[in-house]
C-alpha cells in the first residue's frame, strides 16, 4: 500500500477540508489543562476495498513544536506502541482459532486456563474478551502506579495475578479486566503452540500485511519509538523510564498506517463473516462518556463498539499509556473507512474526537 507521508493535503481537496477541521480540533484543545497536550498527531486513513481501495495515506499535523518536534518529518514511519489496541490483535487471533476449531468461544475457559479452575461458576472465552468475566484489573491500584512511574520492573505475570487475585465484579456485568486479556494470552500461547509473539505474527500480522507491527518485550525494544512527554515520568524521556512489561497482556508497536491497515483488514477474508459479526456485535457498556465522543458504548469481542445508528456504526480500540495514545476505527458502508490516530500525549478524548471526525466526514463518500 502507498503512502504519503505529508498527507498532500493541496492536492486532494477532500482531504485539505478534513486537515483544517482536524487541526482545528487541535487548536480547540490547546487550552485543554491535560499535562501532556498533544502538539505532533499521525492520522493513517483506509477507504474502500478490492480493486477500489486508495492506499492508506498519513497526514502528520502539528500544533507547536515541542522536543517531540523534530520527529515531524518522519512521523509516518515511525512505530508507536499501541497499548489496548493490543486487545483487538489478541481477539482477533483468537478467532483465527476458533475458525479452526482450536478453541471454544462459548466453553468453559477453565479448559484452556487451568488458573480459573478455583473460582466459582465457569466463564467463557467469549466473556473473557468481553470483559464480563468478573475478573479484576489494576489500573486503579496505587502500587502498581508507584511501581511504574519509580520506573521498576514490571511485575511478572503470575505477580500480577497474585496482587490482583481473579475474583472481581459479578460475572455478567461489564467490568474492563487487563487480567482477563492477560489469561487471553496465555490461552493463545497453549493452544498456539509457540511464545505468544509468534502466535500473533503468525495468526494477525503476517495475514494482515503489518510489516512494522511486532509484540515488545523488553526496555531496549523501545528504542527508536514515538514517544511525547508523560507526566508520569515528569521530564524524563519514556523510552528511557518505561517497560512495556508493565502492560500485562503483551503490547505491539507498529506505524499508524500498520493500525489502520489492521481495523481496515478485518474482513471476511480474514475471518468467517459469523465470527466478524460476533467481533463486533457489542452489548452496552453504561455511560455516559464525559468528553468522549460515545453516545451509545459497547464493547465485543475485543471491539469497542458505537451501537447509535446515528453516531455510528463504528468499532475498534483506543489505547493509552506513558507518551503516546492511539486509537483506530472502522466505519462501515458504501465505501468503507478505517483510521488510525496516534498523537504525543495521554489525551485519549481527543484521539477519539479526530478519528470519529475522519470517519464522519469520509465514510458517506
Keep these: 500500500m502507498g503512502k504519503d507521508r505529508n498527507g498532500a493535503a493541496g492536492a486532494d481537496p477532500e482531504l485539505a477540508v478534513l486537515t483544517a477541521a482536524l487541526a482545528g480540533l487541535l487548536e480547540e484543545d490547546s487550552a485543554s489543562p491535560a499535562p501532556a497536550s498533544t502538539a505532533l498527531v499521525a492520522i493513517a486513513i483506509a477507504r474502500g476495498r478490492g480493486a477500489d481501495a486508495e492506499p492508506v495515506r498519513t497526514l502528520i499535523l502539528r500544533r507547536r513544536a515541542t522536543r517531540s518536534g523534530a520527529a515531524g518529518k518522519d512521523l509516518a514511519d515511525r512505530r508507536a506502541l499501541v497499548y489496548s489496541l493490543t486487545k483487538t490483535i489478541l481477539a482477533a487471533a483468537v478467532l483465527r482459532l476458533v475458525a479452526r476449531g482450536v478453541v471454544e468461544l462459548d466453553g468453559p475457559a477453565e479448559r484452556w486456563l487451568p488458573e480459573l479452575a478455583g473460582r466459582p ?4 472465552v467469549a466473556q473473557i474478551l468481553t470483559h464480563r468475566a468478573g475478573l ?50 496465555r490461552l493463545l500461547e497453549r493452544t498456539g503452540g509457540a511464545p505468544l509473539a509468534e502466535v500473533l505474527a503468525r495468526e494477525v500480522f503476517a495475514p494482515l500485511g503489518l510489516a512494522s507491527a511486532s509484540l515488545l518485550r523488553d526496555r531496549t525494544d523501545l528504542d527508536g519509538l514515538f514517544f511525547g512527554p508523560s507526566p ?17 497482556h503483551g503490547v505491539a508497536a507498529m506505524t499508524a498506517a500498520d493500525a489502520c491497515r489492521l481495523i481496515h483488514g478485518l474482513t471476511e477474508e480474514y475471518l468467517p463473516g459469523p465470527l466478524l459479526r460476533r467481533m463486533r456485535d457489542g452489548l452496552p457498556v453504561g455511560g455516559p462518556m464525559g468528553g468522549r465522543p460515545w453516545v451509545e458504548p459497547s464493547y465485543g469481542l475485543g471491539m469497542m463498539v458505537e451501537l447509535d445508528p446515528a453516531a455510528g456504526p463504528y468499532w475498534g480500540h483506543t489505547g493509552g499509556g506513558p507518551g503516546v495514545t492511539p486509537a483506530a476505527y472502522h466505519a462501515p458502508g458504501p465505501v468503507p473507512v478505517s483510521v488510525a490516530v496516534f498523537l504525543d500525549g495521554e489525551d485519549g478524548n481527543l484521539a477519539e474526537w479526530m478519528a470519529v471526525e475522519v470517519l464522519h466526514r469520509l465514510r458517506s463518500r
Aim: hydrophobic share 40%; proline share 7%.
Design 232 to 248: 508520569a515520568f515528569g521530564g524524563a524521556a519514556v523510552a528511557e523510564a518505561y517497560h512495556p512489561g508493565w502492560v500485562s
Design 121 to 124: 461458576g465457569s466463564v467463557t
Design 136 to 185: 479484576p484489573d489494576y489500573g486503579g491500584q496505587a502500587d502498581y502506579h508507584a511501581a511504574v512511574a519509580a520506573g521498576a520492573a514490571p511485575w511478572s505475570g503470575d505477580g500480577f495475578l497474585a496482587r490482583c487475585g481473579l475474583e472481581g465484579p459479578p460475572v455478567g456485568s461489564f467490568a474492563y479486566s487487563n487480567i482477563g486479556y492477560l489469561l487471553i494470552g
